[in-house]
């Protein structure tokens, strides 16, 4: 079968275009013992050290040399399996994106944790995501914030990650179906707010929602050609800055906007 380079691009979402990295096998007895025992321990340990191989050479935060070990131990305990369809399931800790229907995806796993290392956030926090998809993004936030809120506009995807977490007993993570776009004006402001698509430009509304002091990441530029993620700084004083992190490959923020 002839595959368009728009159709394969479309099944790419949610990527970090990085080369590829060849990481060695752990030695036998390097791996430590893990907390979770549903079977895969192993291949999430994997998936945790190609994660932290890629951010020795991948940009990451300003002034920072290595992802935080907090998010590093999120990504060993969240269960990726549970958020891929069960088809899937063996290429769950592999670090690509996976389909989750509805020509949507989940995102590669070092995204999500650069992402997720972006915000900086702490325990008090309160975050948005815009892209709840297949409700991963939100399970790994989860642990390390007090409350994430959460919008999917695609009504079946949305119902069904309000299901896995709950499931999962991710039990202060709020979804909703809608256009993310506007954000969540009744939680705001957000201590931190994550895109999951890839936006034209940065939506003022979001930008609006976000507190003084606070990050938001997202992936900007044309649907289908490469994007940028974006870090959008805040200051106190309300000033907005943005500094480009690496190009990426999202699927596009839909909606009427
Ligand atoms: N964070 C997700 C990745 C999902 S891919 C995960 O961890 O699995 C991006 C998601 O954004 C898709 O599910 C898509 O339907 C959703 N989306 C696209 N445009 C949107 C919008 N305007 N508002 C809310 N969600 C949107």
């Known amino acids: 079968m002839v595959t368009s380079g728009f159709a394969k691009w479309a099944r790419v979402g949610a990527v970090a275009l990085l080369p590829v990295l060849e990481v060695a096998p752990a030695a036998a007895g390097d791996t430590a013992p893990l907390p979770r025992a549903d079977g895969y321990a192993a291949p999430r ?43 899937l399931r063996d290429r769950a800790y592999d670090d ?27 325990g008090d926090d309160v975050v948005l995501e815009i892209g709840t998809g297949s409700g ?7 642990p390390l914030v007090k409350h994430v809120y959460t919008i999917e506009i695609v009504p079946p995807l949305a119902d069904r990650a ?3 977490l709950a499931a999962a007993g991710y039990a202060n993570v709020t979804t909703r179906t809608g256009d ?22 940065i939506p003022p509304p979001l930008v609006a929602q976000l507190r003084p002091g606070a990050r938001m990441v997202i992936p900007v ?29 999202f699927v596009p923020l839909t909606g009427g906007h």
């Not at 191989?53 to 969240?78: F, H, T, W």
């Not at 996976?98 to 956030?121: H, N, R």
């Not at 991963?136 to 989860?142: K, N």
């Open 180 to 201: 993310g776009y506007y954000g969540w004006p009744a939680h705001a402001p957000f201590d931190g707010i994550v895109v999951t698509a890839a936006s034209s430009h």
């Open 45 to 87: 340990q994997e998936m945790v050290r190609v994660i932290e191989a890629i951010a020795g050479y991948a940009p990451l935060s300003p002034g920072r040399r290595a992802l935080s070990p907090d998010v590093l131990d999120v990504m060993a305990e969240v269960p990726r399996h549970a958020f891929v369809p069960e088809a």
């Open 136 to 142: 991963y993004q939100a399970a790994v936030l989860a």
């Open 221 to 249: 530029g044309a649907p289908f050609l490469v994007q940028h993620l974006v870090l959008v700084e805040k200051d106190l004083d309300g000033k907005v800055t943005t500094r480009l992190m690496l190009p990426v490959a």
């Open 96 to 122: 690509r994106p996976l389909p989750i229907g509805y020509g949507q995806t989940i995102s590669q796993p070092y995204i999500v944790a650069l992402m997720t290392d972006l915000l900086e956030v702490d």
């Open 162 to 164: 309000k299901g896995r």
